[in-house]
């Protein structure tokens, strides 16, 4: 296993281990042999962190590059060979996406972009789509729920402007592998170049709908 790898996926273990009660996944008779490209819907920060203890191979997270800048966080991003999302930069980005699948790693993407905070999801880019195309690698489409009496707000101080991160302090996560999509390399939409990742997007919805359907019927008995 790859050393700066493992050193992160320790790190990420430990608050999962402290903070994220119990992990009850669905779906693991679909999860597809490597290499293939995760995409989720992005909730919780702290969603990412239980993905490496789901998927055996190594995964390369897309993570927006200004956070590559923040000390300690970005060496170890880099370390780990994680992927910078960087504007203007797009092609280089598949590029280097389709080197990890070339050597039979996995890659996480989340197409929405920024974190949704546990509400409806945000409209997603192209990139899941693009990289799907380039590589003809399948995709595997997880969705996330946690209920939002977990979710804590963490106000935080980034690229000298306020915001918000939402994380998971305690309670259970939930996770629902989907059925992989797969498209022939080279393959584009044959009448929206839109349609691929809306498709995508939709499984993810259903997903995550499923999840939160389990939850409520859960607290209602």
Same mark, same amino acid.
């Given at each position: 296993?790859?050393? /700066?790898?493992?050193?992160?996926?320790?790190?990420? /273990?430990?608050?999962?281990?402290?903070?994220? &009660?119990?992990?009850?996944?669905?779906?693991?008779?679909?999860?597809?042999?490597?290499?293939?490209?995760?995409?989720?819907?992005?909730?919780?920060?702290?969603?990412?962190?239980?993905?490496?203890?789901?998927?055996?191979?190594?995964?390369?997270?897309?993570?927006?590059?200004?956070?590559?800048?923040?000390?300690?966080?970005?060496?170890?991003?880099?370390?780990?060979?994680?992927?910078?999302?960087?504007?203007?930069?797009?092609?280089?980005?598949?590029?280097?996406?389709?080197?990890?699948?070339?050597?039979?790693?996995?890659?996480?993407?989340?197409?929405?972009?920024?974190?949704?905070?546990?509400?409806?999801?945000?409209?997603?880019?192209?990139?899941?789509?693009?990289?799907?195309?380039?590589?003809?690698?399948?995709?595997?489409?997880?969705?996330?729920?946690?209920?939002?009496?977990?979710?804590?707000?963490? &106000?935080?101080?980034?690229?000298?402007?306020?915001?918000?991160?939402?994380?998971?302090?305690?309670?259970?996560?939930?996770?629902?592998?989907?059925?992989?999509?797969?498209?022939?390399?080279?393959?584009?939409?044959?009448?929206?170049?839109?349609?691929?990742?809306?498709?995508?997007?939709?499984?993810?919805?259903?997903?995550?709908?499923?999840?939160?359907?389990?939850?409520?019927?859960?607290?209602?008995?």
């Amino acid at each position: 296993m790859h050393v /700066g790898y493992s050193l992160a996926k320790s790190i990420v /273990g430990v608050y999962k281990n402290l903070f994220l &009660r119990d992990v009850e996944l669905f779906g693991s008779e679909n999860i597809l042999p490597s290499p293939k490209i995760i995409i989720c819907n992005h909730a919780y920060a702290t969603d990412s962190f239980v993905l490496p203890f789901i998927f055996k191979e190594r995964l390369h997270y897309m993570i927006q590059g200004s956070i590559f800048q923040v000390p300690a966080i970005g060496f170890l991003l880099s370390l780990a060979d994680q992927l910078p999302v960087v504007a203007g930069r797009g092609r280089e980005l598949i590029r280097q996406a389709s080197q990890c699948l070339a050597q039979g790693d996995s890659v996480v993407i989340f197409p929405e972009g920024v974190l949704n905070h546990g509400k409806e999801l945000l409209p997603a880019r192209g990139g899941a789509a693009l990289l799907a195309a380039y590589s003809g690698c399948p995709v595997q489409p997880v969705g996330f729920y946690t209920p939002p009496e977990y979710g804590r707000e963490v &106000r935080i101080q980034f690229e000298k402007r306020p915001g918000i991160s939402m994380w998971q302090v305690g309670g259970p996560t939930f996770v629902n592998v989907g059925e992989g999509i797969r498209i022939s390399k080279g393959e584009k939409s044959n009448s929206d170049p839109h349609l691929l990742i809306d498709q995508m997007m939709l499984r993810i919805q259903s997903l995550v709908g499923d999840l939160e359907a389990r939850w409520n019927t859960f607290n209602k008995s």
